[in-house]
């Protein structure tokens, strides 16, 4: 599968910052797009908290983020000019998010078909936690080959947003990401 993997794209410090900043900050349910209304809550098909961290912490990974556009472009064939907004998650025990698809495919919601790479930053280190894989399928008809994508805490993971991909339930743990697509 098509990953570019970008390891210290945080430092440490800051990923630890971030995290603490998570913490403090009022969370709600992350949303699901296309099955329904638009951006509800589904705790069927994905659990987990989305932070609602200060701009002073959001802004520069967003300008981190755009430093790297050209790069992450150049590796997946597209000129990218547009980063979405950012999420701040924050899985605990018992959190997930199925297998799914974020866009670029006329499977879900249509103002998401240009999103054409979906990016995750690991803000923890695995020994953290357990479970809470972040899972890359395979496209058909390899639907049943995946890809375990992990890494250290400031790792950053980019793949094609057509990318079927899941992260598996949190068995203990706590589990730390930011999530953005590019356009």
Sequence with gaps: MDTLVIPGFLSEGACETIVEA?????AE???VYGTGTEGTYNANI?????????EMIALPVKVLVRKHLKRIGSHFGYELTKIEPLQFLHYMTGDFFVAHQDGNTPLIRDDTLDRRVSISVFLNGEDEYEGGRLMLHGAFPDFDRREDVSGDAGTLVAFRSETTHEVTPITSGERFAIVTWLR
Excluded: E, Q, S
């Design 22 to 26: 998570i913490r403090g900050a009022p």
């Design 29 to 31: 349910a992350a949303p």
């Design 46 to 54: 994905r659990k987990v908290k989305k932070a609602a961290v200060p």
